[in-house]
């Protein structure tokens, strides 16, 4: 899937990212990615028990609103969250194995690109590589109008 999704959005020479420029502004790759699979969470058994733990934390910090309505909008914010941040360590694990089977290259732009913390505000920008290329020519562009790569 995640293969897929960056077909649908790279660049002619199988690159795609820092940034996904939106109607609301601009979007990481790897965050578009995540809220991209985010709805495969949805499905899952294990995002009841999620919201549980969520209920719990915020009851326990005292940020359990007393209006229903207010705590369900809170609830599912604060399940949003965690999930779209379990996300990015899961796209982050899965371009590595990607990177490690040749289906991907990754390098990074932005500040301080070649210090040697990783995360120094750099941006990962994922490239198709060997049998991957296949799917620019097989999958036709698919994002939507409003988006487009910087």
């Known amino acids: ?22 109607d609301d502004g601009l979007i990481s790759l790897r965050d578009w990615l995540c809220e991209a699979l985010s709805p495969m969470a949805d499905r899952d058994a294990r995002r009841k028990a999620l919201a549980v733990r969520a209920m719990r934390d915020l009851a326990a910090n005292g940020e359990w ?21 379990s996300g990015k360590t899961n ?10 089977a040749g289906l991907l290259k990754r390098h990074y732009q932005g500040y301080r690109v070649d210090h040697e913390n990783r995360g120094a505000r750099r941006q990962a920008v994922y490239t198709l590589a060997g049998t991957a290329r296949c799917l620019l020519a097989a999958i036709p562009p698919a994002a939507p ?5 910087l």
Not at 1 to 22: C, E, H, Q, Y
Not at 145 to 149: D, G, H
């Open 1 to 22: 899937m995640l293969l897929s999704l960056l077909a649908d959005i790279a660049r002619p020479d199988g690159s795609a990212g820092p940034w996904i420029a939106r």
């Open 91 to 100: 796209v982050s694990r899965t371009v590595s194995e990607l990177v490690r």
């Open 145 to 149: 109008a409003q988006m487009r790569l």
């Open 65 to 85: 609103p007393k209006d229903p309505v207010a705590a369900a909008t809170r609830l599912e914010e604060e399940v949003r969250t965690r999930i779209l941040s």
